[in-house]
């Protein structure tokens, strides 16, 4: 698989304008990334605007702290699936982690998944404030659910993708997806996280990457 087919390009910034969007709109196509990652308002604007490519629109839910309830993500991914929503990456419940409350996590990434069906489900584990054990737990629990993937992070807590914890991750899933976001800068660190086990990379960086050139930015 060619390397921009790995690539979910980025641009979830609270301050985002139609020009910024329809920049990362056009690197998409130009490019031939796997998806855009997009806020929840923009979805239909991108579904409409990618329709003759083959680039899939994603959108996040419950972002990026993950504290919202279930019925509320759940609501969100019906939105973003009626509004043209390829793939649906959501935020779980960090907090419940950290208590150790598996059985509530998995049940609220399944909730999310019945509304998904065959559309592509990514769990964001927020992995710069988990130990080791609980990012084998917590991915555990969203393959339990029915997740596609697990994915490392928002891009808004304290830290980014390690390749620690892609390959726990990986360890966890057994082929089966596992997405490293923030902090892939260079083809060194893209080609570090595939090979730790990494099948999808999220980063606004996708320009820089696919050229051979480094980035400044943190995500």
């Not at 504290?67 to 509320?72: D, G, I, P, V, W």
């Not at 080791?132 to 980014?160: H, L, P």
């Not at 902090?183 to 606004?204: L, P």
Request: glycine fraction near 10%; charge should be negative.
């Amino acid at each position: 698989m060619k390397l921009s087919k790995y690539i979910d390009h980025t641009y979830l910034k609270a301050f985002g304008t139609k020009e910024d969007i329809d920049s990362l709109l056009d690197e998409a196509i130009t490019h031939d990334f796997k998806s855009v990652c997009i806020n929840p308002s923009w979805v239909s604007y991108a579904a409409e605007s990618l329709k003759r490519s083959d680039v899939l629109v994603c959108t996040v839910i419950g972002f990026p702290l993950g504290a919202n309830t279930t019925k509320t993500k759940v609501l969100e991914t019906e939105d973003a699936l009626r509004n043209g929503a390829d793939e649906i990456d959501m935020v779980l419940n960090v907090g419940w982690v950290k208590e150790g409350k598996f059985k509530a996590v998995e049940e609220e990434i399944k909730a999310i998944k019945d509304v998904c069906g065959k559309r592509v489900l990514k769990v964001i584990l927020e992995t710069c404030y988990l130990t080791n054990e609980e990012i084998r737990e917590a991915s555990k629990a969203a393959f339990d659910a029915g997740a596609d993937f697990v994915k490392t992070s928002t891009g808004f807590g304290s830290g980014g993708a390690t390749l620690e914890a892609v390959t726990i991750m990986a360890e966890v899933a057994e082929g089966r997806g596992v997405k490293a976001s923030g902090g892939v800068k260079t083809r060194e660190d893209f080609n570090m996280m595939i090979e730790a086990g990494a099948t999808r990379i999220g980063t606004s960086n996708g320009v820089s990457l696919v050229q051979g050139k480094t980035s400044e930015s943190d995500y």
